[in-house]
């Protein structure tokens, strides 16, 4: 079993629709939780971070965590065609400062 | 630009050469991070360094692998003997924080790396 899980997509939505992103991890005692977004032929940028059980809210982008259920998730509301990107899981495990990533989810946000 | 900048953006090789990538980090950043990324995939670490020091290396880092952080600045990462496999994004990624677990990573463009 991978360290962190993701469906590679590609995940479709309308513009305007909200696009869920999930994201599963193996380690129990992991303690950081980030997202990053990588457009085409670019490198990762930190969209969110969470640390606690439940909602984070940024804008349009809504992180939720349940470590009991070890997921966490990512809610991009209004969804627009520069969202189109794929977007990165990464989790810091129990005692480690070295994020491992999951295969990311390609999102689609056609008009 | 005060981004991760990284060199040569592109690079094309044949199997069984060397090649070197040079990563210069933004400035006063503690932690330097070295990942591969393969078409498709998410980034697989490779190794850490704090300052000077190289506190973490993966098993996907063979001893055909090496980098060095010398006097905790720029960073190089040299593959010798390079094997189709070897083809990837390399990335090249710092942060502000040593040993620190809510820290932002910065990544840089990358360096891809084509064996033939």
């Known amino acids: 079993q991978k360290e962190v899980e993701q469906n590679s997509g590609p995940l479709s939505v309308p513009e305007g629709a909200i696009a869920s992103l999930n994201c599963t991890y193996s380690d129990r005692g992991s303690q950081s939780f980030f997202w990053y977004r990588q457009y085409s032929g670019k490198s990762p940028e930190l969209i969110m971070s969470i640390y606690s059980n439940g909602d984070k809210e940024d804008g349009r982008f809504t992180a939720q965590l349940n470590k009991a259920s070890q997921y966490v998730s990512l809610l991009i509301r209004d969804s627009q065609p520069s969202d189109s990107a794929t977007y990165l899981c990464a989790v810091n495990t129990r005692g480690s400062y070295i994020p491992t990533f999951g295969r990311g989810t390609s999102l689609i946000v056609h008009p | 630009d005060t981004g991760v900048s990284q060199n040569p953006r592109h690079k094309i090789t044949k199997r069984g050469q060397n090649v070197t990538f040079r990563c210069d980090p933004i400035?006063?950043?503690?932690?330097l991070y070295w990942y591969r990324q393969a078409l498709g995939q998410g980034p697989e670490f490779l190794t850490y360094?704090?300052?000077?020091?190289?506190?973490?290396k993966s098993r996907l880092l063979s001893d055909r692998f090496s980098a060095e952080r010398p006097k905790g600045s720029f960073s190089t990462l040299e593959i010798q003997r390079t094997e189709q496999g070897d083809s990837a994004m390399y990335l090249c990624?710092?942060?502000?924080?040593?040993?620190?677990?809510?820290?932002?990573?910065?990544f840089g463009e990358g360096s891809r790396l084509t064996v033939l």
């Open positions: 990624a710092s942060s502000l924080e040593a040993f620190s677990n809510t820290g932002e990573l910065f």
């Open positions: 400035s006063g950043h503690v932690s």
């Open positions: 360094f704090q300052n000077e020091a190289q506190l973490e």
